[in-house]
């Protein structure tokens, strides 16, 4: 139970639509707080449009990246689209034409994505951000590899630390976007891009552990 084979499994991405659909009015909600309330609806938008783009067949994932990160790139407004969508296309591009996917290709992978979210703005950690998601779990798959740990156990360290940090941006104070502007008045409640990332990544989790072989 060490790789998956990424020839079919681009089913992994029809799972992440289904999750941000599920999840469409929570995300609106909770960026309505200190935003435009309109995350969920965007995010939904961008991820039925890939997964209508990609149909039922489970291809493979390198290629069913590609169509997300193309897709999320035209097909959504605001910064969202243009951070999501070079996220999975840094992603997809990781992959390339391997033909299994590992732990540690999935940490060059997603570290892949990271480095084009910090290119593209000016966020860091503790900004109230995706980042307080992404970057912890990050940190966590990669000290399960070295630790030894097997892509399953690594898995799920990924997915609980970032729940840990999509919590944590709760008390945090807003420092990028529109929420900025609120100061104080920011702290209290979840970022949302810090929640999206956070199903993002526990749904890519389960969805991989489904198909280790």
Same mark, same amino acid.
């Not at 992994?12 to 929570?26: G, H, P, S």
């Not at 149909?55 to 489970?58: I, M, N, R, S």
């Not at 976007?177 to 502007?181: C, H, L, P, T």
């Given at each position: 139970m060490s790789h998956v084979v990424l020839a079919t499994a681009g089913g992994?991405? @029809?799972? @992440?639509? &289904?999750?941000? /659909? #599920? /999840?469409?009015?929570?995300?609106s909600e909770i960026d309505g707080a200190i935003g435009d309330g309109d995350h969920g609806i965007n995010m939904s938008k961008g991820f039925s449009l890939a997964a209508a783009a990609l149909?039922?067949? &489970?291809g493979g994932l390198s290629a069913a990246f590609q169509t997300l990160g193309d897709t999320l790139l035209s097909g959504i407004g605001g910064s969202m689209g243009p951070l999501y969508g070079s996220f999975f296309l840094d992603l997809a591009a990781t992959l390339g034409t391997a033909a299994t996917l590992d732990a540690p290709l999935l940490s060059r992978g997603l570290h892949a994505g990271l480095a084009s979210l910090e290119d593209l703005g000016s966020a860091k950690l503790g900004d109230k951000t995706l980042l307080d998601t992404l970057i912890p779990a990050l940190t966590a798959l990669d000290a399960a590899i070295a630790a030894g740990a097997d892509f399953a156990t690594a898995l799920d360290a990924m997915s609980a630390a970032a729940e840990a940090g999509r919590d944590s941006t709760k008390d945090l104070v807003a420092k990028i976007?529109? #929420?900025?502007?609120l100061g104080e008045r920011s702290r209290g409640v979840l970022d949302a891009g810090a929640a999206s990332c956070c199903l993002i990544l526990q749904t890519l989790a389960e969805a991989l552990k489904q198909r280790l072989a």
């Open positions: 992994v991405v @029809l799972a @992440l639509a &289904d999750t941000i /659909n #599920a /999840n469409r009015a929570w995300l149909g039922k067949a &489970d976007g529109r #929420a900025a502007r």
